[in-house]
């Protein structure tokens, strides 16, 4: 399809294990985001990757994350040794270049991370 | 801290009424101020969006009106239908070298048939 794909859509796994997230953003958008969905709450803004330049990882709320993206393609989501506060939906979204009302972003469906 | 205050956080309204939802800012530097509809299992979707240089927007059924004085602005879904339950999101970004949106903390919208 044309849209923002993230994979797994859900994953339960066990607290203490490594968990990767993936997501595939639209082809030929330079800008590629990471938010988080708690429960019955907004999004919390982890990281921004813009084109080749440094990523802007300031949202990331502990070391236990990381996130890569090779060129202006796939990236993927890392979350170390898992905590139960890990559990939200992962979104990512996409836009064509910086965020402008002529450049949305577009949002994938999710992954839904519950630790056990 | 929060940057974009929203309220109510649920709302129930009857088929044929009108929905407002409420978001305030302190930030004076953003200038532009989408609002996002996600239905369950899905992900948010833009719906509409507003710069600051108008005071409203209409698509349809749906309009923002921004108060940039009062650094206020609000989505008003006319003729609301069972379909637009949804819960609706406010944002909030820089335009120039924007890295990322601001959320509300989202309104859970039930219309009633």
């Not at chain 1, 997230?21 to 990471?34: E, F, K, M, N, V």
């Not at chain 1, 999004?43 to 990523?55: K, M």
């Amino acid at each position: 399809g044309a849209g923002v794909s993230q994979s797994p859509s859900n994953k339960v796994t066990e607290k203490g294990k490594d968990v990767e997230l993936r997501c595939d953003p639209i082809s030929g958008h330079t800008a590629l985001y990471w938010y988080r969905q708690r429960l019955g709450q907004g999004l919390e803004f982890l990281i921004y990757f813009q084109g080749n330049s440094a990523p802007d990882k300031s949202g990331l709320p502990s070391d236990r994350f990381s996130a890569e993206r090779t060129g202006e393609s796939v990236s993927t989501l890392t979350i170390q040794r898992t905590q139960q506060e890990d559990s939200a939906v992962y979104l990512c979204a996409s836009s064509l270049g910086f965020l402008t009302s002529n450049q949305p972003q577009h949002f994938g469906d999710g992954t839904r991370l519950s630790i056990l | 801290q929060q940057q974009v205050k929203q309220s109510p956080q649920s709302l129930i309204v009857q088929k044929g009424g009108i929905s407002i939802i409420n978001c305030a800012y302190e930030n004076t530097a953003f200038d532009y101020f989408p609002w996002y509809q996600q239905f369950p299992g899905k992900g948010p979707a833009l719906l509409i969006a507003i710069r600051p240089d108008v005071s409203e927007k209409k698509e349809g059924r749906f309009t923002i009106s921004f108060n940039k004085s009062a650094k206020q602005f609000s989505l008003h879904i006319m003729d609301s239908q069972p379909g637009d339950s949804a819960t609706y999101f406010c944002a909030a970004c820089y335009q120039t070298g924007a890295n990322n949106l601001f959320f509300g903390t989202g309104t859970r919208l039930t219309v009633i048939p």
